[in-house]
């Protein structure tokens, strides 16, 4: 008798499970199984970007602000004095424009790029490897520089580039640039590192202390040090990974995984895993190293001879920003040469306005290689893999984002 | 008002379910069937946008690719233990909660099982990731045996969400335990039983539906856990890791939803094991 009531009761569960399913089919359209991503849809065009974006109306004229504006930045990029007096530029911005700045701070490129498609920030701060992403997708608009007073200031060499423009239209404001560095703990790895073979090949003398960045992006930094070390796989650019380059960046990293005490990708979490000891060897930020000294944690940085990735930074202006007036005027802010200089310094990169070096504290540009453009295309910058090979080749598919992120999975095992 | 709910039983009994019917119904279920509906999407690579186009790819790739068993039997391995270690913890200690305990000793276990569960579940993750480091408690403690800690990794996932989980484990068994009258106890014992075959055919009967209300807990509560094994588990993932990876890195929803129904389906089937033990209708 039980067993008639349980199964009349499943059934009826079955019953609006079916129903529920019936609703939320109602949003599918079961079209052909050609998903044609679009990707593909501007590869007759040769451009290096490989796509037309969205057709996004561009600001033309800036009227009153609104009163606040959403921001969604890395870590460091708009502090209002509350984590370090002694860096402020949030509430002069606010003083001068009357826009009240709500700031979100993300860990990750995917994460920002996840959070602009809520559509409830204004403005985002986005590395390479988001960008082009959050531009395809149509959540970002294009930027009208003449708008920007101080974009006239800014280094050249910025301007344009593959990550922050399409067709030669802006997206963005350039924020500043830097490398992804390597750091150990100098009571324990010695001699001082040099190469980042000391976190690949040689990895095994510090088993389970070596720490490494938890993104599928890291993948191309494997690929920067195949680049230098076997140069017979062809690598030329380690966002462009054809299949076996890839399978050969992901070996590459499997082994290191061996090796790996954990991955990080909280800036925080690195910081007590390298006080504690847990970890004494891995790839980081300036800023990171700049925390760990500050609680006298004896680390070390440097930007190894293989050359490194590194992030050039942008601020993009959200699509259907709904407060587009205060995001411009924040566009403008972040890069006067004041409070660009005081993000450069405590974030620890190189600033987009050379009239920042002034104000930056003596020798940081110089520290950071602010003006230096030979130094600044040593950097391979974080840029989102596409089908489409962004170093040139035309005979073979490069591996995109996708393939890198289950590539990734599969590297943590 | 009161007159008419008062005539009508019918209408008072469906005004007093329609709200938990609904949370259960649209809240629940739906999101369980919107769950399904997502992972037979695909998603555009390079933007992230989902594609609403009927595939099973997700399902192909999460067959074909090897990781994703590991993944899985690895964090199956992790919620078996943890349920073992925690049922092995905690009859002993409910046991003598419920039967050997003075009533204000009792009262005051109860009180001590119960506070950890008034401290963040990220407190104690975060208390754990302290004391497993590096010359943290755990190697001070386990030197003078030449040993040391764990390290980051499965064994010290394991043993946090074991500490995790304890309440959820003790609570249902001392219940089950405080409903086990002292004379059977006694009974068995002037028939001649000796305690481990008391403990054997009278105590273990009495208490079974208690530890499977136990297990499920601690089993389905690890299934689902990402938290911990990101902040004491080292370079390791479990299936929640996946999940999280590809809604918050990947924006990959369509897959995150498939696997996402892995642990659904694991559930069902303990759920069905269980139930064949009868063990549910003496809850």
Not at chain 1, 71 to 76: E, F, H, R
Not at chain 1, 141 to 146: F, G, H, K, L
Not at chain 2, 62 to 67: I, Q, R, Y
């Given at each position: 008798m039980k067993r008639t009531t349980t199964r009349a009761r499943l059934a009826r569960v079955a019953a609006t499970a079916a129903v529920a399913l019936a609703i939320a089919g109602?949003?599918?359209?079961?079209?052909?199984?050609?998903?044609?991503?679009?990707?593909?849809?501007?590869?007759?065009?040769?451009?290096?970007?490989?796509?037309?974006?969205?057709?996004?109306?561009?600001?033309?004229?800036?009227?009153?602000?609104?009163?606040?504006?959403?921001?969604?930045?890395?870590?460091?990029?708009?502090?209002?004095?509350?984590?370090?007096?002694?860096?402020?530029?949030?509430?002069?911005?606010?003083?001068?424009?009357?826009?009240?700045?709500?700031?979100?701070?993300?860990?990750?490129?995917?994460?920002?790029?996840?959070?602009?498609?809520?559509?409830?920030?204004?403005?985002?701060?986005?590395?390479?490897?988001?960008?082009?992403?959050?531009?395809?997708?149509?959540?970002?608009?294009?930027?009208?520089?003449?708008?920007?007073?101080?974009?006239?200031?800014?280094?050249?060499?910025?301007?344009?580039?593959?990550?922050?423009?399409?067709?030669?239209?802006?997206?963005?404001?350039?924020?500043?640039?830097?490398?992804?560095?390597?750091?150990?703990?100098?009571?324990?790895?010695?001699?001082?590192?040099?190469?980042?073979?000391?976190?690949?090949?040689?990895?095994?003398?510090?088993?389970?202390?070596?720490?490494?960045?938890?993104?599928?992006?890291?993948?191309?930094?494997?690929?920067?040090?195949?680049?230098?070390?076997?140069?017979?796989?062809?690598?030329?650019?380690?966002?462009?990974?054809?299949?076996?380059?890839?399978?050969?960046?992901?070996?590459?990293?499997?082994?290191?995984?061996?090796?790996?005490?954990?991955?990080?990708?909280?800036?925080?979490?690195?910081?007590?895993?390298?006080?504690?000891?847990?970890?004494?060897?891995?790839?980081?930020?300036?800023?990171?190293?700049?925390?760990?000294?500050?609680?006298?944690?004896?680390?070390?940085?440097?930007?190894?001879?293989?050359?490194?990735?590194?992030?050039?930074?942008?601020?993009?202006?959200?699509?259907?920003?709904?407060?587009?007036n205060c995001a411009y005027m924040w566009m403008n802010h972040i890069v006067s040469p004041e409070a660009n200089a005081a993000v450069a310094e405590y974030f620890g990169e190189a600033p987009a306005n050379p009239k920042a070096c002034d104000i930056a504290a003596k020798g940081h540009c110089e520290t950071f290689h602010a003006g230096d453009e030979e130094y600044a295309s040593q950097i391979h910058y974080w840029t989102t893999p596409i089908p489409q090979c962004i170093d040139g080749r035309t005979d073979v598919t490069c591996t995109d984002y996708g393939d890198w992120t289950q590539a990734w999975t599969e590297v943590k095992g | 008002m009161s007159n008419v709910l008062h005539r009508r039983p019918g209408l008072r009994l469906g005004l007093l379910l329609t709200p938990p019917m609904l949370w259960l119904g649209v809240a629940y279920l739906g999101a369980l069937g919107?769950?399904?509906?997502?992972?037979?999407?695909?998603?555009?690579?390079?933007?992230?946008?989902?594609?609403?186009?009927?595939?099973?790819?997700?399902?192909?790739?999460?067959?074909?690719?090897?990781?994703?068993?590991?993944?899985?039997?690895?964090?199956?391995?992790?919620?078996?233990?943890?349920?073992?270690?925690?049922?092995?913890?905690?009859?002993?200690?409910?046991?003598?909660?419920?039967?050997?305990?003075?009533?204000?000793?009792?009262?005051?276990?109860?009180?001590?099982?119960?506070?950890?569960?008034?401290?963040?579940?990220?407190?104690?993750?975060?208390?754990?990731?302290?004391?497993?480091?590096?010359?943290?408690?755990?190697?001070?403690?386990?030197?003078p045996f030449g040993l040391d800690t764990p390290g980051y990794g499965v064994v010290a996932t394991t043993l946090t969400l074991a500490y995790l989980w304890m309440p959820y484990m003790i609570l249902p068994i001392f219940a089950s335990l405080e409903r086990l009258p002292d004379s059977l106890l006694e009974a068995s014992a002037d028939l001649g039983a000796r305690s481990v075959e008391t403990l054997r055919r009278v105590v273990l009967p009495v208490m079974f539906p208690g530890l499977v209300a136990g297990s499920i807990f601690t089993f389905s509560l690890t299934l689902g856990d990402y938290i911990t094994v990101r902040i004491v588990g080292g370079a390791s993932q479990m299936l929640g890791n996946v999940v999280y990876d590809n809604v918050g890195a990947a924006n990959n929803l369509p897959f995150a939803a498939a696997m996402a129904t892995v642990p659904v389906v694991i559930i069902l089937v303990y759920l069905a094991l269980v139930r064949r033990t009868g063990a549910l209708e003496n809850l």
């Open positions: 109602c949003g599918t359209s079961s079209g052909g199984g050609d998903s044609g991503g679009s990707g593909d849809e501007g590869s007759g065009t040769g451009e290096a970007a490989g796509f037309t974006p969205p057709d996004i109306p561009m600001a033309q004229k800036l009227g009153a602000g609104e009163g606040e504006v959403d921001i969604l930045a890395w870590p460091g990029y708009a502090e209002d004095g509350s984590n370090d007096p002694n860096y402020d530029w949030v509430t002069p911005f606010e003083k001068e424009t009357g826009c009240q700045a709500n700031v979100k701070y993300f860990a990750t490129s995917d994460e920002a790029v996840n959070l602009m498609k809520t559509g409830e920030y204004d403005v985002v701060s986005a590395s390479g490897d988001a960008s082009l992403r959050m531009v395809a997708s149509g959540d970002v608009a294009p930027v009208n520089t003449d708008l920007i007073p101080n974009y006239a200031d800014l280094y050249d060499y910025l301007k344009d580039r593959d990550w922050n423009s399409v067709n030669g239209q802006m997206y963005g404001v350039p924020h500043g640039y830097g490398a992804n560095l390597l750091m150990w703990r100098t009571d324990v790895v010695k001699p001082a590192p040099t190469s980042w073979s000391v976190v690949f090949d040689g990895a095994s003398e510090y088993a389970g202390k070596v720490t490494a960045y938890d993104s599928p992006i890291y993948i191309a930094d494997a690929a920067l040090y195949l680049m230098k070390t076997q140069p017979d796989l062809g690598i030329k650019n380690p966002y462009a990974l054809d299949q076996d380059q890839l399978a050969a960046a992901v070996d590459l990293l499997k082994k290191q995984r061996e090796n790996v005490g954990e991955y990080w990708s909280d800036y925080l979490k690195e910081v007590q895993a390298f006080t504690t000891g847990d970890t004494v060897v891995g790839t980081t930020w300036q800023v990171i190293a700049n925390v760990a000294e500050g609680e006298k944690v004896p680390v070390d940085v440097t930007l190894p001879e293989e050359g490194a990735t590194g992030w050039s930074d942008t601020w993009m202006v959200a699509a259907e920003a709904k407060h587009p | 919107a769950l399904f509906i997502t992972s037979l999407w695909g998603q555009n690579a390079f933007t992230g946008e989902v594609e609403r186009t009927w595939t099973l790819d997700n399902f192909r790739t999460l067959l074909d690719v090897d990781v994703y068993r590991v993944i899985t039997l690895r964090t199956l391995a992790i919620a078996l233990t943890v349920t073992v270690v925690d049922a092995v913890v905690a009859i002993p200690i409910a046991l003598f909660m419920a039967k050997v305990a003075s009533s204000r000793l009792k009262g005051i276990l109860l009180v001590a099982v119960l506070t950890p569960l008034w401290a963040s579940y990220l407190v104690k993750a975060y208390a754990w990731r302290g004391m497993l480091s590096e010359n943290g408690l755990v190697s001070w403690l386990a030197r």
